[in-house]
């Protein structure tokens, strides 16, 4: 078969190699006569797994020894009241947001269950194009955290910034969608979070990285597994985790490692972007609607001009082994996820493709 490239925003491609790997240790992981999924999460052999990707997640994203790293069940999504229910002292806090496009808007919604919520800025007139710039945010002082989504995922935009924060205020950052793709400044945050289903493995596992002094400060009603002091102090085997989906995103750490760790991954991660951002610009026939400085690595949305051309472009893109381009139903038109595990020669397959239907 020709070569296929998956554009899913999530659960979406993972290095082939990773895949190989899994599939060859499948029926018997290193000699134990067992699969990794048939393992006790309390025995020598998992656990094995389980300290060698937490600790080259930390190697990799250079977490400081007073961050713990815990691997968490729920998703992105649960995190947006975990998260109030872990670091707010209840309905009277101000939880800070920065509202740049749906997931930021999600996080909103769900907050407001559990405390107050200020938005204090939001590109939603101009149709989540941008980052506010922060001379514009209208801040809390004395809110809980202030919460931001540092790549959307379907609007398209990454902050190329890390924000200043006035006080004790904490910046709580969802990373989903772009973490590992880039170098980051842990100690600048408070907590980032993430599902994995994007740029570190299967869906199901979703990471935490909490500075020490965040943890033990939960609301009396945070379900118990849900409390980052249950889950920190059982290395996150409060609950039986998500086995099968930590030992995958320990490969890929570990591939991440032999490719030249984050760095290296961002430089190939910019010349990928480029590369398609050049086609989407070269003339009208495309258009990505983002503020060219916030345009995201990851998440490349774009329309065609003519729309009623929509169906046949997708239908050509998947003749050709160019998968899963449609955008998210929300917004229309198409996105090109182009994750770590993503190859140059995926993004030139469809910039040839793009130049090609375009007529140039
Ligand atoms: N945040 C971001 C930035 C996302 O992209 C997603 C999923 N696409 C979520 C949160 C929600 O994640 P989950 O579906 O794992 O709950």
């Not at 595990?341 to 793009?354: K, N, S, T």
């Amino acid at each position: 078969m020709a070569n296929i490239y998956n554009f899913s925003a999530g659960p979406a491609v993972l290095p082939k190699e990773v895949l190989q790997q899994a599939a060859a240790e499948m029926l018997d992981w290193h000699g134990s006569g067992m699969s990794v999924m048939e393992m006790s999460h309390r025995g020598p052999e998992f656990i094995s797994i389980y300290k060698a990707a937490e600790r080259d997640l930390r190697e990799l994203l250079a977490v400081p020894d007073n961050y713990k790293i815990l691997f968490m069940q729920g998703g992105g999504l649960s995190q947006n009241a975990v998260l109030p229910m872990n670091l707010c002292g209840g309905a009277d806090s101000t939880i800070d947001f920065i509202q740049t496009g749906s997931w930021s808007s999600k996080s909103i919604k769900e907050a407001a269950r559990y405390a107050r919520v200020n938005v204090a800025a939001s590109s939603q007139a101009t149709g989540f194009d941008r980052v506010p710039v922060q001379e514009e945010w209208k801040l809390t002082p004395g809110a809980s955290y202030l919460h931001i989504c540092t790549n959307e995922t379907i609007d398209g935009v990454e902050f190329n910034f890390v924000p200043t924060v006035q006080g004790d205020t904490d910046i709580v950052a969802d990373m989903s969608s772009h973490i590992l793709s880039r170098p980051v400044e842990v100690s600048k945050y408070g907590v980032i979070f993430g599902g994995a289903q994007k740029n570190i493995g299967p869906a199901g596992v979703t990471v935490v990285i909490v500075r020490d002094d965040l943890i033990g400060k939960a609301l009396p009603f945070c379900p118990s597994a849900f409390d980052f002091k249950n889950v920190a102090e059982n290395e996150s085997m409060y609950n039986t985790p998500p086995t099968y989906g930590i030992y995958i995103a320990g490969l890929v750490f570990q591939w991440l490692k032999k490719q030249g760790g984050v760095a290296a991954m961002e430089k190939r991660n910019i010349e990928k972007a480029e590369l398609l951002y050049q086609a989407l610009d070269a003339d009208d026939f495309y258009q990505n609607r983002v503020a060219k400085e916030y345009r995201s690595r990851m998440n490349i949305p774009f329309y065609l001009r003519d729309e009623s051309k929509n169906e046949a472009f997708l239908a050509g893109a998947k003749a050709r082994g160019l998968l899963q381009l449609k955008g998210h139903k929300s917004v229309g038109g198409m996105r090109a996820s182009i994750y770590n595990a993503m190859p140059i020669e995926g993004v030139q397959a469809l910039v040839d493709y793009l130049n090609e239907f375009a007529g140039r």
